[in-house]
């Protein structure tokens, strides 16, 4: 077992690097319950065996500067475990790491806090343990408190704060410390949605400005919009590593798996060309891609009329269910992903053959190569019937009429006013993280 930390970073060397590290615990089989066990047990010659716990078991990977990893899995999986080894709250059992740069972290709700001091006075105490000084401190606190939404609160001890203020007050520390590697846990899912949404728009802004980004959480809509990178992990390894989008469909689809197969799930026949499983009660038989005739199409120009017609088939009554679909760029980039159920499509139940469509009217995508993912499910989504991960493809070219470029367009209008008073609105100030020179 190895450990390397280093405050300060390497040129072109990865942040974090872990080669086949693990981490064990024992458990105890009995309790002692009093002092007078306890010393009695230590005179004994056989004592009560200890289970072996692995959370961690050979993990590596590596984290380069400017990356953002999204590492999700369910509970148990090792994910907080892999935290606290990389922040030094742990140290591994065996394997090598290293770890270089500035860290911040924000992790289990309150650590690092002591609870009779006031929020101002553990923003001194959480940032003296980031490494910086009091005058660099006093520079930032403005920003902190005015960052937090805390108001009168900051002079309050914080054993009096609810969860999430204790979770506005840490991320705010932990963003204004100007880290290299910033570590955040699923901590971020207790505060309201409004500091939710500051939050990740602070770490969008942290990796524009080339910050490092571990991001532990369940939210796969999070993952999917910040991480270029993801990790499945579960049972103490990793299951997959690559691209985002393609680990979030592998973690689905084993989830889906799992689920199907306390349902004894059947093995559902080829369909497209992309992956397909589901627990068959309800199979998408066929899918056709249409124009304004209703006649079958696999190229478009931007601006026409498509519609995506889902024939199903189900050989007893199913009650509720609903269909949906996902369009995708071919540089994996999920545009849109509507459903029955969003759309106010009440279906009451489905048995036998049928079909259900989804028109666009003005098919908003630039040219390009697209693929189609289209999926039924129970009405709680908790049984997956069919669900047919990118298997049908369209190709789209552009119009007369090109108003702009990148992926889709907003079809907006542009005008113009010459000597025009026009008011002007300031903008809200909104939080600047600099990256250290």
């Given at each position: 077992?190895?450990?390397?930390?280093?405050?300060?970073?390497?040129?072109?060397?990865?942040?974090?690097?872990?080669?086949?590290?693990?981490?064990?615990?024992?458990?105890?089989?009995?309790?002692?319950?009093?002092?007078?066990?306890?010393?009695?047990?230590?005179?004994?010659?056989?004592?009560?065996?200890?289970?072996?716990?692995?959370?961690?078991?050979?993990?590596?990977?590596?984290?380069?500067?400017?990356?953002c990893l999204g590492v999700i899995g369910p509970?148990?999986?090792?994910?907080?475990?892999?935290?606290?080894?990389?922040?030094?709250?742990?140290?591994?059992?065996?394997?090598?790491?290293?770890?270089?740069?500035?860290?911040?972290?924000?992790?289990?709700?309150?650590?690092?806090?002591?609870?009779?001091?006031?929020?101002?006075?553990?923003?001194?105490?959480?940032?003296?343990?980031?490494?910086?000084?009091?005058?660099?401190?006093?520079?930032?606190?403005?920003?902190?408190?005015?960052?937090?939404?805390?108001?009168?609160?900051?002079?309050?001890?914080?054993?009096?704060?609810?969860?999430?203020?204790?979770?506005?007050?840490?991320?705010?520390?932990?963003?204004?410390?100007?880290?290299?590697?910033?570590?955040?846990?699923?901590?971020?899912?207790?505060?309201?949605?409004?500091?939710?949404?500051?939050?990740?728009?602070?770490?969008?802004?942290?990796?524009?400005?080339?910050?490092?980004?571990?991001?532990?959480?369940?939210?796969?809509?999070?993952?999917?919009?910040?991480?270029?990178?993801?990790?499945?992990?579960?049972?103490?390894?990793?299951?997959?590593?690559?691209?985002?989008?393609?680990?979030?469909?592998?973690?689905?689809?084993?989830?889906?798996?799992?689920?199907?197969?306390?349902?004894?799930?059947?093995?559902?026949?080829?369909?497209?060309?992309?992956?397909?499983?589901?627990?068959?009660?309800?199979?998408?038989?066929?899918?056709?891609?249409?124009?304004?005739?209703?006649?079958?199409?696999?190229?478009?120009?931007?601006?026409?009329?498509?519609?995506?017609?889902?024939?199903?088939?189900?050989?007893?009554?199913?009650?509720?269910?609903?269909?949906?679909?996902?369009?995708?760029?071919?540089?994996?980039?999920?545009?849109?992903?509507?459903?029955?159920?969003?759309?106010?499509?009440?279906?009451?139940?489905?048995?036998?053959?049928?079909?259900?469509?989804?028109?666009?009217?003005?098919?908003?995508?630039?040219?390009?190569?697209?693929?189609?993912?289209?999926?039924?499910?129970?009405?709680?989504?908790?049984?997956?019937?069919?669900?047919?991960?990118?298997?049908?493809?369209?190709?789209?070219?552009p119009s007369s009429r090109r108003d702009g470029y990148g992926?889709?367009?907003?079809?907006?209008?542009?005008?113009?006013?010459?000597?025009?008073?026009?008011?002007?609105?300031?903008?809200?100030?909104?939080?600047?993280?600099?990256?250290?020179?």
């Amino acid at each position: 077992m190895s450990v390397e930390r280093h405050y300060t970073t390497q040129p072109g060397a990865p942040l974090v690097e872990l080669h086949n590290v693990s981490r064990r615990f024992l458990r105890q089989r009995d309790r002692r319950r009093s002092f007078q066990e306890t010393f009695i047990q230590f005179f004994r010659r056989r004592r009560s065996p200890a289970d072996e716990f692995w959370p961690l078991q050979d993990i590596s990977f590596s984290l380069l500067p400017g990356d953002c990893l999204g590492v999700i899995g369910p509970n148990g999986s090792g994910k907080s475990t892999l935290l606290k080894l990389i922040t030094g709250i742990l140290e591994p059992t065996g394997g090598s790491m290293a770890v270089r740069g500035r860290l911040s972290s924000l992790l289990e709700l309150g650590a690092g806090f002591q609870p009779d001091l006031t929020g101002r006075e553990n923003i001194y105490l959480n940032g003296s343990i980031y490494g910086l000084s009091r005058r660099q401190i006093d520079t930032r606190i403005d920003a902190i408190i005015d960052y937090a939404e805390l108001g009168d609160f900051i002079d309050t001890p914080v054993k009096h704060f609810s969860s999430g203020m204790y979770v506005r007050l840490g991320f705010a520390v932990a963003i204004h410390t100007e880290p290299d590697l910033l570590l955040v846990d699923e901590v971020l899912a207790v505060g309201d949605m409004a500091f939710q949404r500051k939050c990740l728009k602070s770490i969008h802004d942290f990796r524009y400005q080339g910050g490092t980004l571990l991001l532990v959480s369940h939210s796969l809509d999070a993952i999917q919009s910040v991480c270029n990178r993801a990790i499945w992990m579960d049972e103490g390894m990793i299951q997959a590593e690559g691209a985002t989008t393609d680990v979030i469909l592998q973690y689905q689809r084993h989830v889906a798996v799992l689920e199907d197969g306390k349902r004894a799930a059947v093995s559902l026949p080829p369909s497209g060309v992309g992956q397909r499983w589901g627990s068959g009660n309800v199979q998408i038989t066929q899918v056709d891609l249409l124009g304004a005739a209703g006649v079958p199409q696999s190229v478009y120009f931007t601006g026409q009329e498509m519609s995506i017609r889902l024939r199903y088939q189900s050989e007893a009554y199913v009650e509720a269910p609903t269909f949906g679909l996902a369009i995708y760029h071919d540089s994996g980039v999920n545009l849109f992903g509507p459903n029955t159920d969003l759309g106010k499509l009440s279906i009451a139940g489905i048995e036998g053959q049928g079909a259900v469509v989804y028109t666009i009217p003005q098919l908003p995508l630039l040219d390009g190569n697209y693929t189609i993912s289209v999926a039924v499910v129970n009405h709680n989504d908790t049984e997956t019937y069919d669900f047919q991960d990118r298997a049908y493809s369209f190709q789209v070219y552009p119009s007369s009429r090109r108003d702009g470029y990148g992926i889709v367009t907003l079809q907006g209008k542009w005008s113009f006013h010459p000597q025009e008073s026009v008011t002007v609105i300031s903008p809200q100030p909104q939080v600047q993280v600099s990256r250290p020179t």
